[in-house]
């Protein structure tokens, strides 16, 4: 069969190899995780908002519309963008969650 020397290389090769795999999934986990606070932020929030009750999300609206109208006035396209736009993202976050 194989000389030993040559099997015991291979050994250490293999050891070798499984460290620098494992050493780059932490890496790849901790990027991952870095990437991704945002969501977590989001989903707090969303946690959050479950925890109210309708009444008062009902009463929200009106508030809303009203601090929407008072930004817009006063504040560039780009935030009334991010009002247009962010019912979306949140129904689509909802989605997929």
Do not use: N
């Not at 009106?62 to 929407?68: E, I």
Request: a positive charge; glycine letters at 6%.
């Amino acid at each position: 069969m194989y000389p030993q020397a040559e099997l015991d290389l291979l050994a250490q090769q293999k050891r070798t190899l499984l460290g620098k795999i494992q050493m780059r999934r932490e890496g790849f986990a901790e990027q991952v995780k870095h990437a991704l606070w945002p969501v977590r932020w989001a989903d707090v929030i969303c946690a959050k908002w479950a925890e109210i009750s309708p009444a008062l999300k009902l009463m929200a609206l009106p508030l809303g519309y009203v601090v929407k109208q008072k930004l817009l006035s006063k504040t560039s396209d780009a935030v009334g963008g991010f009002f247009r736009w962010a019912p979306l993202a949140v129904s689509l976050f909802r989605s997929m969650r």
